[in-house]
């Protein structure tokens, strides 16, 4: 993995236009949100590079304004765990913005991204002003825990099949991922890597849940027919 030197500030008008389309955000006042607009910037990263490295301090608070980013944890034993991914729409790291600790993970770019930063410092007095804010983040941080937990689970799963359930269900959870379509913007490659699968076992994977009218491949993405089917084999998997 290569480090993309962050670009601050490019771009403003991406971010802005990100920001407000977030519900926390519309819910401000003007002169909150004003602020908001002001001290955030944007980083832009190639595919494969740090958008942030574990045992750094944490600095912001991260949204994905575009693109795809994962969280992983490479261990000295060799061993790499990718906890999730963070598609576009998302926010991560609220946990370690709130201990002011180190961040415990990379945070990587699955392809090109564009990354949008709300300062440590901005964060915390957002959660002095804003009783809507600091709902928002209490339902995000239970959600990232009820995933971990989920993530452990299917770690344990043999059968690719319910691997790939699960990790596309994941995706669908309305508070972390508010933004999801039916269309899954992702490759195939791109949702193997997130369900810890080969590229033969995904393909084996997908064209098994084409069979029962659950999905069905785009280019460069997938259609879910069936979230609660999916959410079903998933269960059934466990």
Not at 81 to 103: A, D, M, N, Q, Y
Not at 180 to 193: H, P, W, Y
Request: charged share 20%; with cysteine; aromatic share 8%.
């Amino acid at each position: 993995m290569t480090v993309c030197p962050p670009e601050p500030h490019a771009d403003s008008s991406l971010s802005s236009e990100f920001l407000l389309g977030m519900s926390w955000m519309k819910a401000l006042p003007a002169s909150v949100s004003d602020r908001i607009l002001a001290d955030a910037y944007t980083t832009i990263h190639d595919a494969h590079a740090v958008v942030a490295r574990r045992g750094r301090h944490v600095d912001s608070w991260i949204g994905v304004a575009s693109g795809l980013l994962k969280v992983v944890v490479d261990f000295e034993s060799g061993k790499s765990v990718l906890f999730t991914g963070i598609p576009e729409g998302s926010w991560v790291g609220e946990g370690s913005v709130l201990k002011r600790e180190i961040r415990h993970y990379d945070l990587v770019a699955m392809r090109p991204s564009r990354v949008v930063h709300i300062p440590r410092a901005t964060f915390h007095w957002l959660l002095t002003v804003s009783f809507d804010f600091n709902r928002f983040i209490i339902d995000h941080l239970n959600e990232r825990l009820a995933q971990f937990m989920a993530t452990v689970q299917t770690d344990r799963m043999i059968d690719p099949v319910s691997r790939l359930c699960r990790s596309i269900v994941g995706l669908y959870n309305p508070v972390l991922y508010p933004t999801r379509t039916a269309v899954l913007d992702m490759s195939q490659e791109e949702l193997g890597e997130l369900a810890g699968l080969t590229r033969q076992r995904t393909n084996y994977a997908i064209q098994s849940l084409v069979a029962e009218g659950l999905v069905q491949p785009q280019y460069g993405a997938l259609l879910v027919r069936d979230l609660e089917g999916l959410r079903h084999r998933s269960a059934n998997g466990a």
